[in-house]
């Protein structure tokens, strides 16, 4: 079985894997996110928490490029992420998961994490040759063991993806971007609307992973045991701005963060 490598930080880049600083987007007279400015380190996993419209969602929008933000910049391992195209993030390890995933089409589980494989960061040009002359087989069972049993999606790797429950369906969008061995992994919700057995599941995965990759993580997440048993640390958004950041006991602990996202006077 093939180890998961862990890759090196390319020559001459910071220690600091993520550098977002003064974020800015708005719509119309909607003011997304205001002045967003937040670091993580590769093997730091942190908490995007705040409450429903904050401006989570459309900052992890503008960290993978589906949003211009107005100003701000976004730099990853020192190179600007402003304005790349999916396919150029995830050549640079940007993988990310979706707050709401489809479940339009019919590919299957394993097409679905295939799919993810095959734009692999950490296998270059000549990896990706190698891979044209490994068997069908050897492919598929890397996954499996990879991806597809610690997320519990292996008795299902032949169904299309549409026939799955919406938990599953979460499995397998996360299946897809770990199978992309990413580097900057961005979350948005990855347990929100699963049982809490599949939600323990997939935060023991979100752990396990980033200790066998060593990636960065970007969690954004409203059910709190997860976030706060999962994080290193945690940032707390609101209108668009951070209000808070920190551990997750001073986050629990700060009057603000308990009144305005705890919902407590
Ligand atoms: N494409 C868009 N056009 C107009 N307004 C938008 C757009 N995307 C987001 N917004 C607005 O930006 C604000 C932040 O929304 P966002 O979805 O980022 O919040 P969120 O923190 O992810 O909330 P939730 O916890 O409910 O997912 C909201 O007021 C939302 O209506
Ligand atoms: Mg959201």
Not at 34 to 54: Q, Y
Not at 99 to 106: E, F, I, P, R
Not at 234 to 244: D, E, P, T
Request: charged share 20%; glycine share 10%.
């Amino acid at each position: 079985m093939e180890a998961w490598p862990r890759p090196a930080a390319p020559e001459g880049t910071s220690v600091m894997a993520l550098t977002a600083r003064d974020v800015t987007i708005h719509f119309g007279g909607v003011v997304a996110v205001n002045g967003m400015d937040l670091d993580v380190s590769p093997g730091e996993i942190v908490g995007l928490i705040g409450p429903n419209g904050a401006g989570k969602t459309t900052f992890v929008n503008c960290i993978c490029g589906t949003y211009r933000p107005n100003t701000g910049t976004v730099l990853w391992q020192g190179q600007e992420l402003l304005g790349l195209s999916p396919p150029a993030l995830l050549r640079l390890g940007v993988a990310r998961t979706f707050q709401n995933v489809a479940s339009l089409h019919d590919l299957s589980v394993l097409d679905i994490a295939k799919l993810g494989a095959s734009m692999r960061s950490d296998r270059g040009p000549a990896g990706h040759l190698l891979d044209l002359f490994r068997s069908e087989r050897a492919v598929e069972q890397e996954l499996t063991e990879t991806v597809l049993r610690p997320l519990e999606l292996t008795d299902v790797v032949h169904q299309p993806i549409q026939t799955l429950s919406y938990g599953r369906r979460k499995a397998v969008d996360l299946a897809r971007a770990l199978a992309a061995h990413p580097q900057l992994l961005l979350l948005d919700e990855p347990v929100a609307g699963l049982t809490s057995h599949e939600g323990m599941a997939m935060a023991a995965v979100i752990r396990d992973v980033r200790d066998r990759l060593g990636c960065a993580v970007i969690m954004v997440e409203h059910k709190m045991d997860v976030v706060m048993s999962t994080c290193d640390r945690i940032a707390v958004m609101a209108a668009g701005s951070k209000i808070f950041e920190g551990l997750a006991a001073e986050v629990q602990a700060d009057a603000e963060v308990r009144r305005v996202y705890l919902g407590e006077p």
